[in-house]
Nanobody
């Protein structure tokens, strides 16, 4: 079965940068959207950024100008470049894919296990 695996989280000081990666084991050939979501303790999971199969992107207002979502189809990897990090960005970040067709991926929604991002002040 296909899986999404996030990496790149960690502890960083305010103003620092991190690059999150989401690697699909198996190959996603066709998808509606892929994206990053985050969930802070006691908070509901929220959208951070999404990218469509046509490379159209969407960002939460709170991260616009600081975060960049991208996808490398050849590497079957989704990225989230996070710059100018703030303590408010502290959360578990999850990768998501709405898959249409792939190798080891049946159509449907897939979530990664999450990677912790902690921003200290």
């Amino acid at each position: 079965q296909g899986q999404l695996v996030e990496s790149g989280g960690g502890l960083v000081q305010s103003g620092g940068s991190l690059r999150l990666s989401c690697v699909a084991s198996g190959s996603i050939f066709s998808f509606k959207t892929m994206g990053w979501y985050r969930q802070a303790p006691g908070k509901q999971r929220e959208l951070v950024a999404t990218i469509t199969s046509g490379a159209s992107t969407n960002y939460a207002d709170s991260v616009k100008g600081r975060f960049t979502i991208s996808r490398d189809n050849a590497k079957n990897t989704l990225y989230l470049q996070m710059n100018s990090l703030k303590p408010e960005d502290t959360a578990v970040y999850y990768c998501h894919a709405d898959v249409i067709f792939g190798i080891w991926f049946r159509p449907g929604d897939y979530w990664g296990q999450g990677t912790q991002v902690t921003v200290s002040s």
